[in-house]
């Protein structure tokens, strides 16, 4: 995708409302290559106030990922309590209550009340806990 042929495209096909006298070049490009990478999925995450859902990391440049990375970092950073700061409660558990149903989430239910299994390893692989007695 070449974006100044594309914005060239457009001020020659919209003449009276682009007058290059008032309308210069470097903005329609600027516009245009917005546009695509808003119809890709690609998102710029200095773009107002950081970056949004519409925005796939995955698919920005390493320097747009690294500034979207140390936005984020000084966003925690400034909600971050450590221990000695006022409010600061150690190993906080809130409930969240979903709003949408999915299946990531979701526990499994086992009959076998944490049991110890043949390779050592009390109740289900997600929370194992091997057995360190002899």
Do not use: C
């Not at 925005?55 to 221990?83: H, I, Y």
């Amino acid at each position: 995708m070449d974006a100044d042929a594309l914005a060239t495209g457009v001020i020659d096909t919209f003449p009276r409302r682009l007058d290059r006298s008032k309308v210069r070049l470097s903005q329609v490009t600027r516009l245009v290559r917005r546009l695509v990478d808003h119809v890709r999925g690609v998102g710029d995450p200095a773009d107002a106030d950081g970056f949004g859902e519409d925005v796939d990391l995955n698919l920005v440049s390493p320097e747009a990922l690294a500034a979207a990375k140390s936005r984020m970092d000084e966003g925690f950073r400034k909600t971050q309590k450590l221990p000695g700061d006022e409010g600061f409660v150690y190993d906080v558990r809130k409930e969240f209550n979903p709003t949408e149903p999915n299946e990531w989430d979701e526990s499994d239910e086992s009959d076998d009340d944490g049991a110890m299994n043949a390779d050592g390893i009390y109740g289900d692989d997600d929370d194992a806990h091997v057995d360190m007695l002899p």
